[in-house]
Nanobody, 115 residues
Framework: QVQLVESGGGLVQPGGSLRLSCAAS????????MSWYRQAPGKQREFVAA???????NYADSVKGRFTIIRDNAKNTVYLQMNSLKPEDTAEYYC?????????WGKGTMVTVSS
């Protein structure tokens, strides 16, 4: 089993920045890709960013150039650096890890972008 715990969410003004963290624990050996998803109120969960074990990144068009996904293998943590935040980025952000063909999810951290 893999446990994922997100942190770093909060209230930020438009144009501001936040850095989300996702700490992995449990059976972390063999974790492959890690990614971030988000779910805005009343909407479906959507892909935000992914990072493969080999270091390849992929981003949703809506966040390209503003968000960066970073993995610190020594700390078993993946980060999402979010800059130039917009009100439409308001959502619950979830971390995902892929291991052995199974998907693992954290419980999420809320990001609210508002003036």
């Amino acid at each position: 089993q893999v446990q994922l715990v997100e942190s770093g969410g909060g209230l930020v003004q438009p144009g501001g920045s936040l850095r989300l963290s996702c700490a992995a624990s449990g059976v972390i050996f063999g974790i492959g890709g890690m990614s971030w998803y988000r779910q805005a109120p009343g909407k479906q969960r959507e892909f935000v960013a992914a990072l493969t074990r080999g270091g390849t990144t992929n981003y949703a068009d809506s966040v390209k150039g503003r968000f960066t996904i970073i993995r610190d293998n020594a700390k078993n943590t993946v980060y999402l650096q979010m800059n130039s935040l917009k009100p439409e980025d308001t959502a619950e952000y979830y971390c995902n890890a892929l291991r052995g063909g199974a998907n693992y999810w954290g419980k999420g951290t809320m990001v609210t972008v508002s003036s």
